[in-house]
C-alpha cells in the first residue's frame, strides 16, 4: 500500500508482507531506532530515522566493552543466568505440579530484563503484564519469596493467593503483574499522576507485550500520559507474537515504537538481546522523563524462547520458527557469553564458579518454597478488598453481600 509505505519510510522491513509471516530483517537493524515527533506533529519523514541505514550483521551494533567495568558486566552475565536458571526450575515445578495455575516464562527475555532494571533507580515503580518473575527479581524481590509465590504458599510477596501473574511488592516498588492484558497501563499512568502530585522525582516504567498495544488501554493511557505529561516510559516488549497472533497479523503499524506518534511521543526500538544496548537506551529515556517530565516509548526486539505460557507446545510455529527462537545467535545469554569470552572477561573458571553459585541459589529457592506453608483457606477473601467485606468461602452468588 503506497499510502503506509510513504508514512513510515523505514518500514521496509514489513513492506509488501502478507500475514502470517516472520519478519525477515530481525538480525539486521541498528541497536537503537528513533522515532521523534515535532511539536508540530509533522513526521519528518528519512530525516526522522536519526540511527541512519540499517546495519547488517550483529558485530557493529553493540556499544562495546572497552569502556565498561569488568565486574560491572559479570554482573549482568550471572543476573542473566540467574534468570535462565530459576526460569527453568519453574517450568520444571510446574510440570511436576508443585506450581499451578497460569504461568509464563521470561526465557530469551533476560538482557531485556537486566538491561531495563538496570536503568531504574531503586525508588521508581514499575508495573507488568503477568509474565512477571524476572522483573520482579530484578526489581529487587527476594527470589525465594517469588518462588513461594509461583508454589503459592504463605512466604510468598503475595502470601501466595497470587501466583506467578500477580508479584507485587510495595517495598521495591514493583506494583505488579497483570493479567488482564493492558491492565497495567492505566495504573501506571496514574502513579506517574501520584508522583506529579507529591511533586517527586520518580519514574513510572511500564512494561507489556506486543500484543497490548492493540487494546483500549493503551490509547487511552498513552493519550493521558503525554496530555498531562506524566514521568512513564512504556517499554513493549515485541517477542513478535501475542499468544499465536503474530505482530503483522494484529498491528496495522508494526513498527511499534512509532505508534506513541498519535500521542506525539517519541519512540525508540532497541535490540533486547543486548543488555548494554538495553539498558544504555533505557537509562536515556528514564532519565529524559524524569528531567523533562513526560512519557517515552521503547521498544525492545527479544525472543520468547517457548510457547506463550508452560503449557502452550506453540504448534502454530514452524520448526524452523522454534529453532530461530532458541538459536545461539537469538539467545541473549550464550550472546553476552561469547562476547566476554573474546574479550578475557570471561574465563572457564569464573562461568563454572557462576553456574554452580546461581544453581546453589536457585535450588535454595525452591527448598526455601518447598518448605513454606500453604495458606489456611479462610484468608482467602483476607486480602481480596481493600475494606472489609463480609465474604465468606461459604456464600453463595445469590445471598447478599452484606449481612442483613
Ligand atoms: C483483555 C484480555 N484479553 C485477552 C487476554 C488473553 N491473553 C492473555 S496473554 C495474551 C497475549 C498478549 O500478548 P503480548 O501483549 O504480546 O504479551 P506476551 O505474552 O507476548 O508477553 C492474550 C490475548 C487477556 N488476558 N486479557
Ligand atoms: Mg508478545
Redesign the pocket.
Known sequence: MAAHAEATPDSEATAGLTPPVHRPDRQAFSHVERHIMADTAKPKGRAAKSSGTRKRGRKDTSPGLSNEKPEILLDYYRRMLFLRRFEERTAQAYTQARIGGYC?LNLGEEATIVGLMSALREDDYLFT???DHGYAIEKGMDPRRVMAELYGRTDGVAKGWGGSMHMYDTATRMLGGY????GQLPLAAGAALAITYRGGDEVVMCQ?????TN?GAWHESLNIAKLWNLPVVFVV?N?F???GTTVEMSSAEPDLYKRGAAFRIEGERVDGRDVLAVRDTTTRLVERARKEQTPFLLEAWSY?MKG?SVVDPAKYRTDEQKEEARSEQNDPIRLFDRQLTEAGILTDELREEMAASVKAEVAEAADFAENSPHPDVSTLFDYTYATPVPNESTRMPADPVFAE
Open positions: 509464563h503484564n503477568y509474565r493479567g488482564i492484558v493492558g507489556m507485550g506486543d500484543g497490548t487494546i516488549i517477542n507474537t501475542g499468544m520468547r506463550h
